[in-house]
């Protein structure tokens, strides 16, 4: 195997939480994926596959990330749908619908806590060419050289591997459990009896493993990058903005092409309190600017009640307005070298064709 293969992940060396296993999910930090394409900082990335995700839109600095992806060697996008990433791509394949494959559904146990397991049965053949995710990975890896990591020869034997320890298999969640199985007692406040999953036992606000690793063990306070501390830029930038507020009809960038969704919400827009509209002269549904450091761009203002003055927020996901263009990768958290994306300042400006070039209000 080769150096390249056992580095860790980018960011893993600087964010080192990211990688310890059993404590995070050994993943890499994504806002320091640019960064690594543009300068081969820690190791080149010369290409990427990208199964199921839309990193052009969705991660900041849009501007940026989509530089990076036009200068891999080669882009391979798996997806159901033209994404804005799959456009920047050199192959694009299409893959199999949830109807068209079997699943495992074993996510439950982790994200809800419940001990529930099932098979998401296939209920169709793949339409033309698609394949599963699965059968792309495993055929990659056979052609590669990989075959002896990766020996099974479908989704059946692999998902087969995974019950195994729980004496399970597919012929059995199919034919005899198709509804699925509680493969354990599911027990509410079992903290009560057991603890919770510390040192301490305990809800722990003081964290030792943090302290180990040379951070503080405390929750603390830090000023943001931008914020109104920052006098000088709050002179230029008076208003903060806050990203990625979710919206009941959509995830991220999906279900933009579901005609009864997009009906509701057919459009990007920047909530603003009334106060601040106001004071710049906007009224409910009017086109304005929106500008950071970054970027400007252009969106559909919605005068509420529920943002605060001095506050503008506009939620991710969006081929037109992309809020990204505005927002900052750099990494604020010490600890996961996450970016501030709830603190950004940027100046909004009704949006007038003749003073599209004019400077924005203070």
């Known amino acids: 195997m080769s150096e390249r293969v056992k580095k860790k992940p980018i960011g893993g060396e600087k964010y080192p939480l990211l990688c310890v296993s059993g404590f995070m999910m050994m993943e890499g930090q994504s806002n320091l994926l640019a960064d690594a394409i543009l300068t081969g900082d820690p190791y080149p990335v010369e290409m990427m596959v990208i199964a199921g995700g839309n990193p052009a839109l969705v991660l900041p600095n849009s501007n940026k990330v989509k530089a990076a992806l036009e200068r891999l060697d080669l882009l391979v996008v798996m997806d159901l749908f033209m994404t804005d990433t799959a456009k920047l791509a050199d192959i694009v394949l299409p893959v199999a ?37 699965i059968r ?28 195994k320890p729980m004496d399970l298999s597919t012929k059995y969640l199919i034919e005899e459990k198709p509804e699925g199985i509680i493969f354990s007692t599911y027990k509410c406040k079992e903290y009560e009896e057991k603890g919770f999953p510390t040192r301490s036992g305990k809800v722990e606000i003081y964290s030792e ?15 943001p990058i931008e914020g109104p501390a920052n006098q000088g830029l709050f002179s230029e930038y008076p208003l903060i903005l806050t990203t990625g507020a979710r919206l009941l009809e959509f995830y991220h960038s999906q279900f933009r092409n579901v005609q009864s969704l997009s009906k509701r919400r057919p459009e990007a827009t920047a909530q603003i309190n009334p ?59 010490p600890v996961l070298g996450y970016p501030s994306l709830k603190c950004q300042l940027c100046r ?14 203070r």
């Open 209 to 223: 493993a943090l302290e180990e690793m040379g951070y503080d063990p405390l929750p603390v306070f830090r000023e």
């Open 97 to 133: 619908s949830p109807f068209e494959r079997f699943d495992l559904v074993d996510f439950y146990p982790i994200v809800e806590g419940v001990p529930y397991i099932g098979l998401r049965k296939k209920v169709m053949d793949e339409y033309c060419e698609s394949w599963s995710d």
């Open 136 to 163: 792309f990975w495993l055929q990659l890896a056979q052609h590669m050289g990989y075959g002896d990591y990766f020996p099974w020869k479908g989704e059946t034997e692999l998902f087969d591997y995974i019950l």
């Open 275 to 333: 106060a601040s509209a106001k004071r710049y002269g906007v009224e409910d549904h009017d086109l304005i600017m929106v500008e950071t450091q970054r970027g400007r761009i252009q969106i559909r203002a919605e005068v509420t009640e529920e943002i605060i003055p001095g506050v503008v927020s506009i939620s991710t996901g969006w081929t037109e307005s992309n809020v990204n263009m505005l927002t900052d990768e750099t990494p604020y958290d």
């Open 348 to 361: 909004i400006k009704k949006h007038n064709r003749e003073d599209a070039g004019s400077s924005f209000p």
